[in-house]
Structures are given as structure tokens and as C-alpha cells.
């Protein structure tokens, strides 16, 4: 055993005395008081994860690569996902007693919390929702990370497979979709289109009905001028001759289909005579 040594930066040393923890060692040159005291060597299932040598431990930002794990969707749709975990020991005297085994139970705490949300999802709820998923695992894994003296920075799904009958179900329902929108964008053309002719014809017909009242107005105003001048010549005749003009031109409208035939009336020599006065 060291009596001397140096401890790295970001890394700690455990000392037990007679088998109990005695105190935590920080970066710089520190000791042990032989036969007294001893160095906490980690599980041997760390391997290289989060201490060097055996028994400096990391506390720097770790990533860790779970391995593939199959999960069951609420709507019961088979998925195979990993995730990966960037977290960092904040206390290292829980990350050794509290835990036997920190590398193990961190994988198994993140797929457990992976397999219960993906759990609580339906299958398309958990493929759309991505950032919910990562955040929703996190924030189960800050619990127990609190107890283990670890701090979870951020959990990222990555593999998200699924078999093969969920894929064709996946695709069918892709399809569906894609024909949906296209029907409706269809429907919503055709209906802004009927909209689009139907402003037009009635901005048509409100023009064309302007126009008419304007000619109206011009002929209105004509015939009135033109009674004026009538009345100013023949005085009160004008009334008369105005009359039979009307008269002598409503037969003439009613006689132009030569399949028709007109009856005139028995004064209409004395009313022909009116209008000729003009």
C-alpha cells in the first residue's frame, strides 16, 4: 500500500480506518497512516468507468452508451431503444456505500425508467414526443441519482426500432394520413374555388345591374327632356302625343314575330294621327 501519493484533479480517494469510512481525499499530494488506515478500492464491476487505478474516482462529466433494450408501447407496439446517460458523481461517499455496483445500476435505472415511460406512451406518442421522452426519464433517474450521489445532466434516446409488423402498420397508417391531407386539401381547393366565381359573378351582376340603373337614369333623364321640350312646343297636347308615341310603340314591339296577330283597337286612326304630329 501507498503511504504517499498524489491524487489527480477531479478525482477522489476513500480512506477507511479499520474497515469504516475515515475521510475523502482531494487533488493534491495526500497520505494514509499505515496499518491504521486503508484505501477504498471500487467494485470491481466499474472496470474503467469513473475511477482510475481502482480507487480514484472520476468526478467529471461521464457518458455512458446503454445497451439495446425491448420495450412494450401502451398501445403494445414491440420497440428495441438505448439511451445515453451523461452524469457525474457529486458525492463520492454514497457513490461507494451506497451502491455496490455504480456503472451496473445506473444502466439498469436508466433502461427500467426508458421501458416505464415508453410504457405509459402509444407508440406514434413516443416517436413524435422524443424531447418529453428524455426529459420524463430524467427526471425519474434524479431521485435515485440523489441517493447514489450522482447528478443526471441529460438522457438522449437514440436506437428507437421497431419490428416489423409495427413498421407495416406504422406505414399503412403513413399512408392514410398522406391521403387524408390530400383529400382535404382537394376539398378546400374546390371550395375556395366555387368561392372565387361566386364573388365574381355577383361583383359581375352588381356592375351589370349599376350599368342598367345608369342607363335607366340616362334614358329617364332623355325622355323627360324630351317631354320638356314637347310640352314648351305644343303646349297641352304634349301629354297626348307622348301617349300615343308609347302606344303606336308598344305595337310595334308586339308585332314584330309575324306569327302573331295584332287586333288594333277602333281609335287607333285617332291616336296614329296624335303621334304623327310629332
Not at 426500432?161 to 399512408?175: G, I, N, P, Y
Not at 342598367?212 to 333623364?221: D, G, M, N, R
Not at 304634349?238 to 308586339?254: H, N, S
Request: hydrophobic share 40%; aromatic share 6%.
Amino acid at each position: 500500500m501507498k503511504l504517499i501519493y498524489t491524487v489527480p484533479q477531479n478525482h477522489t480517494v476513500i480512506i477507511e480506518r479499520f474497515g469504516k469510512y475515515s475521510r475523502t481525499q482531494r487533488a493534491g499530494i495526500n497520505f494514509a497512516i499505515p496499518f491504521l488506515e486503508t484505501i477504498k478500492y471500487v467494485d470491481a464491476s466499474w472496470g474503467d468507468k469513473n475511477n482510475k487505478l481502482g480507487y480514484q474516482i472520476e468526478l467529471s462529466e461521464q457518458t455512458y452508451d446503454t445497451p439495446s433494450r425491448q420495450c412494450l408501447t401502451k398501445d403494445n407496439a414491440s420497440v428495441t431503444t438505448n439511451a445515453v446517460i451523461s452524469y457525474r458523481v457529486t458525492d463520492p461517499v454514497k457513490a461507494i456505500y451506497e451502491v455496490d455496483q455504480l456503472p451496473l445500476a445506473i444502466e439498469n435505472a436508466a433502461l427500467n425508467a426508458l421501458r416505464a415511460v415508453i410504457g405509459n406512451l402509444d407508440l406514434d406518442e413516443a416517436v413524435a414526443r422524443r424531447q418529453e421522452l428524455n426529459d420524463q426519464i430524467a427526471s425519474q433517474l434524479a431521485e435515485v441519482g440523489t441517493k447514489w450521489g450522482v447528478q443526471f445532466i441529460r438522457v438522449e434516446v437514440q436506437q428507437f426500432d421497431a419490428d416489423e409488423q409495427t413498421l407495416s402498420v406504422m406505414r399503412q397508417q403513413l399512408d392514410a394520413e398522406r391521403r387524408r391531407r390530400a383529400a382535404i386539401a382537394e376539398a378546400e381547393g374546390k371550395a375556395k374555388a366555387a368561392v372565387t366565381l361566386a364573388t365574381a359573378e355577383a361583383e359581375a351582376a352588381q356592375i351589370a345591374a349599376r350599368g342598367q340603373a345608369e342607363a335607366i337614369k340616362i334614358l329617364a333623364a332623355a325622355d323627360a327632356e324630351y317631354a320638356n321640350q314637347l310640352h314648351n312646343a305644343l303646349g297641352e297636347k304634349a301629354g297626348d302625343i307622348l301617349v300615343a308615341q308609347k302606344y303606336i310603340a308598344g305595337f310595334e314591339t308586339i308585332s314584330k314575330n309575324p306569327a302573331e296577330k295584332v287586333y288594333l283597337p277602333s281609335d287607333f286612326k285617332g291616336i296614329l294621327s296624335l303621334g304623327s304630329q310629332s
